[in-house]
């Protein structure tokens, strides 16, 4: 064993060799690695702080055991698919995103399963290990150093006084001091020269991850087969043409105001808002010289109830009265009726 002395307040002090400290600084760096290596492994797994404590209260040992089926705490991925489920269920079978959602929601569901299995395996095989390892190996070779610390402080002050106490209790204070030395060697030693089982609990946890991962592409290939079956078989069926209801007529009765003795028509919500409808037009009619109220029609107007003025495209039709400010009256080909502003232009205005 070597001790190397140095001058202490005029007493030779005794520290420490060089190899004893190499060892001490790298069984120091091993226990900061582990440290947080831990810490960093558990926030990949889960980084909710809440699903984070709980993975690291998990008791591994009754999941082998049997009597765990999940970690304690919803993956991220079964929240999604319950999510997609219900939404899926709402939109209902008819509707190709609903049953787009329901597959994709069972997929996130296994993909929580597996995700589950990848925390316990992890937990199980790489951090209970190095938890373990920082709380009884690292944690005794503290001890330890603590001990031969407080050794080499005893025995230096006794060497200072020596002369004035016994002889024999400075070297019970250097056996023990040298004892000490020698549990803490051996204990950073035994660390140092097994870390291949260290290797071996990061190799656990990559295996853990390689099976999540091929779990993981198995799962989500199959949705992804399922959606573009689905796309497939959608671009494939006639689409369906939107034919809306026939709208019912309504009768507004006769206007309380003024109109000139005419009864106000009959207005169909099909006249009222056909201009909506853009119906083709028939080539333009040629105009007589206006003298008159007047204007030109648009659309072909087809009446549909009684009272009103049918014309095609192009007419001139003589303007008599303004039933209100949606509808005229006018007289085409010697007959008069009622007719929609929507479908014409006017172009010269009845007098105000």
């Known amino acids: 064993m070597t001790l190397v002395s140095e001058k202490v307040g005029g007493a030779e002090g005794t520290k420490l060799d060089d190899d004893f400290k190499e060892m001490e600084k790298k069984v120091d760096v091993t226990s ?15 980084p909710n702080p809440a699903s984070r404590a ?11 055991r049997g009597q765990v089926k999940n970690p304690g705490y919803p993956q991220s991925e079964g929240l999604l698919g319950e999510c997609m489920i219900r939404h899926g269920k709402e939109l209902g079978g008819e509707s190709n995103f609903g049953d787009a959602l329901l597959d994709a929601g069972e997929s996130m569901k296994c993909l929580a399963e597996v995700k589950d299995s990848l925390d316990i395996e992890v937990k199980q095989n790489f951090i209970d290990p190095l938890q373990n390892l920082c709380d009884k190996d690292l944690k005794e070779i503290q001890h330890h150093l603590k001990k031969l610390e407080g050794r080499r402080l005893d025995f230096d002050y006794k060497k200072k006084r020596q002369g004035k106490i016994p002889d024999e209790e400075l070297r019970q204070a250097l056996e023990k001091f040298e004892e000490s030395k020698e549990v ?4 950073m030693h035994n660390l140092l020269e097994t870390d291949i089982e260290q290797v071996s609990q990061l190799s656990a946890l990559v295996d853990a991850q390689l099976e999540y991962h091929r779990q993981a592409v198995q799962i989500l290939d199959e949705l992804a087969s399922k959606l573009k079956r689905r796309m497939r078989e959608a671009s494939s069926r006639p689409k369906r043409e939107y034919k809306p209801k026939p709208r019912e007529s309504f009768d507004l009765g006769e206007s309380e105001q003024s109109n000139g003795g005419f009864p106000t028509p009959k ?11 853009k119906p083709t037009r028939t080539p333009s009619r040629s105009m007589p010289p206006l003298d008159q109220p007047s204007c030109k029609a648009l659309y072909d107007f ?16 003589t303007l008599t009265n303004q039933i209100d400010e949606n509808w005229y009256e006018g007289m085409l080909h010697g007959q008069s009726g009622f007719f929609p502003l929507s479908y014409v232009e006017v172009l010269v205005p009845l007098p105000q």
């Open 54 to 64: 709980k993975l690291s209260m998990l008791n591994t040992v009754s999941k082998i």
């Open 267 to 277: 207005i169909s919500a099909s006249s009222s808002f056909r201009s909506s409808d």
């Open 302 to 317: 087809e009446p549909e109830n009684d009272g009103e003025l049918g014309f095609h495209e192009g007419d001139i039709i």
């Open 32 to 46: 900061k690695a582990v440290v947080e290596v831990l810490a960093r492994t558990i926030e990949y797994l889960q």
């Open 184 to 187: 803490a060697e051996t204990s």
